[in-house]
């Protein structure tokens, strides 16, 4: 059974680091890409950036790019999203997620979210 | 940049149909996918490839196109259907976009 399993959830202050994790298992971690998206609260859904674990192939909504840093560790079958100086406005949950290929493919796995508040 | 526009809520009586559109321009050259959304739950799948239903979802579900608009058909509406659906595509730089989401009230 595939499964995407996330850290818990964090709270920090404005200029504070962060990293958070997402654990995939139950399929082959190298060989498939996985995505981070962010939910502000009572917001949609926003594409924020996607890796290629097998070669750390990485690409950044251009909302996003230098904002965060997406990165994976295909030792422990696990991705990060990293902020170096969070922003009250980094308040969110985020959800990583599988898709089944790249490029015209759904998301078919979740993470069960990571919800981050920054406030000092 | 690519634009995906779903109506912000949707409103059925339960047994109804409900029909959440998402218009993109030509909308029918991408593969469209479909996310139910319940508060406090991570997004599942319940349409991909426009029309496609993962194992698991109700046959009520169902997806189609036509010109510059997909939707998504939930039919038999119950009320626990309620939830936020978001639309999916790639757009031409290669990046997933969502739609902004429609809530549907039952």
């Known amino acids: 059974e595939v499964q995407l399993v996330q850290s818990g959830a964090e709270v920090k202050k404005p200029g504070e680091s962060l990293k958070i994790s997402c654990k995939g298992s139950g399929y082959t971690f190298t060989t498939s890409w996985i995505g981070w998206v962010r939910q502000m609260s009572g917001e949609g859904l926003e594409w924020m950036g996607i890796i290629y674990p097998g070669d750390s192939d990485t690409r950044y909504s251009p909302s996003f790019q230098g904002q965060v840093t997406i990165s994976a560790d295909k030792s422990i079958s696990t991705a990060y999203l990293q902020w170096s100086s969070l922003k009250a406005s980094d308040t969110a949950m985020y959800y990583c997620?599988?898709?089944?290929?790249?490029?015209?493919?759904?998301?078919?796995?979740w993470g069960q979210g990571t919800l981050v508040t920054v406030s000092s | 940049s690519y634009v995906l526009t779903q109506p912000p809520s949707v409103s059925v009586a339960p047994g109804k149909t409900a029909r959440i559109t998402c218009g993109g321009k030509n909308i029918g050259s991408k593969n469209v996918h479909w996310y139910q959304q319940k508060p406090g739950q991570a997004p599942v799948l319940v349409i991909y490839?426009?029309?496609d239903r993962p194992s698991g979802i109700p046959e009520r579900f169902s997806g189609s196109k036509s010109g510059n608009t997909a939707t998504l058909t939930i039919s038999r509406v119950e009320v626990g259907d309620e939830a936020d659906y978001y639309c999916q595509v790639w757009d031409d730089n290669s990046d997933p976009l969502f739609g902004g989401g429609t809530e549907l009230t039952v």
């Open positions: 490839y426009d029309s």
């Open positions: 997620a599988r898709p089944r290929g790249y490029s015209s493919s759904p998301f078919d796995y």
